[in-house]
Structure formats: structure tokens, C-alpha cells
């Protein structure tokens, strides 16, 4: 399928995506600060800047997007333009991730990752529901931590 913009617009429009401060994101620290929860932002002394890091708990949550991350979702498609530089883009990105949630681990920090499609058109139930899972899983971390 040929793309439905010319070059310039999409070249325009991939430069215009976030790397940080998402609808997601937004939407994970807003619940978890409402909770009670306090984090840093996107900690460049970590591996992977995480985007959420909760020294208390020695926990990072990682909000990631479908697309960028590989996500075995309906948000995730191969493109059909430059298929090689997409493949090697988006494995890469895989790759790194697999590396610095290992080092992480290694370092003692308990890693979570959410996604795009847990937020992305669902109901307020719903994501209320991720965001139980979310907080349940730091306050299980901070037990795990506390020795």
C-alpha cells in the first residue's frame, strides 16, 4: 500500500513524535502521584532513562510505546516503506530494551513495563485496572526491597 502522504509530511510527522511526556505517561504519573506514589522523570544515571523511577521502591516503570518497542499488539504494524531500515530501527530498540532491563535487574531495581494499548482508546475502568497493577506491583517491590 503506498503511503497516503508524500515524503516531506511524513518526514514532518515522524519528527513531531514524543520520545517523552506521552498521553500514556501522562496518564501513569497524574494516577500514581493522585496515589501517593513520588518518582524522578526520565533518569539519565539509569539505564534506559526510565521514564518513571521510584527510588523508595527501587522500582522504574518503563512507558512504551506499541510502535517503537515491538509490541505484539494491534497498535504495531511492520511499515511497508523501507522495511529494512524499519526492521533493524525497531529491533535495535528491542534489543537495548532486553540489555538495560538486564542491568537494571543486575543493579537491584525492579523493572515494569506498560504499554501504549493499555491506555490508548480504553475505558476509564480499564485503565483504572492497569493502573491497580501498576501500583500493586510497587508496593510489592518495596516489600521485596525492605530487608
Request: glycine share 6%.
Amino acid at each position: 500500500m503506498t503511503d497516503i502522504v508524500n515524503p516531506a509530511k511524513r518526514s514532518e510527522m515522524m519528527a513531531g513524535i514524543q520520545g517523552k511526556n506521552t498521553k500514556p505517561e501522562m496518564v501513569v504519573r497524574r494516577a500514581l502521584h493522585a496515589a501517593g506514589f513520588r518518582y524522578r522523570l526520565h533518569f539519565k544515571g539509569l539505564p534506559g532513562k526510565p521514564d518513571l523511577v521510584f527510588p523508595k521502591y527501587r522500582t522504574v516503570i518503563f512507558v512504551n510505546g506499541c510502535f517503537w518497542h515491538k509490541h505484539n499488539c494491534k497498535l504495531f504494524k511492520w511499515p511497508k516503506t523501507r522495511p529494512e531500515f524499519w526492521r533493524q530501527k525497531i529491533t535495535g530498540n528491542v534489543d537495548r530494551d532486553k540489555k538495560n532491563i538486564t542491568i537494571l535487574k543486575g543493579l537491584g531495581w525492579s523493572v515494569i513495563t506498560t504499554w501504549e494499548c493499555t491506555f490508548k482508546g480504553k475505558s476509564n475502568d480499564a485503565i483504572r485496572i492497569e493502573i491497580d497493577r501498576l501500583t500493586e506491583a510497587l508496593l510489592n517491590s518495596d516489600q521485596m526491597h525492605s530487608t
